[in-house]
């Protein structure tokens, strides 16, 4: 089961529906001209053209099963005592002394720009359950970086 915001998911549904109402007929369309243009069996264009379909077909198809094993969460009804997914959480890296604000989010939703990190991402597992005042020591590639809960809010 894979859990998100509300915005996530409608993003993934608006994804969906340009999938299957332009892009599909696009490459249908490119299939079609390139049938056109006669003998099949020496024809790239028709053998990229139905690539692309198969590939756009499994994008779709994926896309489709994330949607349906996706609940919504709703932010209210969350306990902001500890870190979960949809946590605003502020801390502070004691590394380099510096103060930086993450969202955990579900995989298909994080964006480190906007400062949405994946809940399965090494920072994202580090702050998982941790309360204000905690420290969480976060294992990352370069090395261990510990993080001071400063604040959790929604």
């Known amino acids: 089961m894979n859990y998100m915001s509300q915005e996530g998911y409608d993003n993934l549904k608006l994804e969906l529906e340009r999938l299957k109402t332009v892009d599909r007929p696009n490459i249908s369309k490119q299939i079609g001209e390139a049938r056109d243009k006669g003998d099949l069996s020496e024809n790239a264009e028709y053998d990229a053209a139905k690539e692309a379909q198969g590939l756009l077909e499994m994008k779709i198809s994926k896309l489709e099963e994330v949607l349906g094993n996706t609940r919504v969460l709703d932010p209210s009804k969350l306990d902001m005592s500890k870190v979960g997914i949809l946590s605003k959480v502020r801390v502070l890296n004691k590394k380099v002394n510096k103060e930086v604000t ?53």
Request: no cysteine; charged share 25%.
């Open 102 to 154: 993450y969202t955990i989010v579900a995989e298909k939703e994080a964006n480190l720009k906007l400062g949405k990190i994946s809940i399965k991402s090494p920072i994202g597992k580090g702050l998982m359950g941790k309360k204000v005042g905690d420290l969480a020591e976060v294992v990352v590639p370069a090395g261990i970086v510990p993080f001071e809960i400063l604040e959790i809010t929604v």
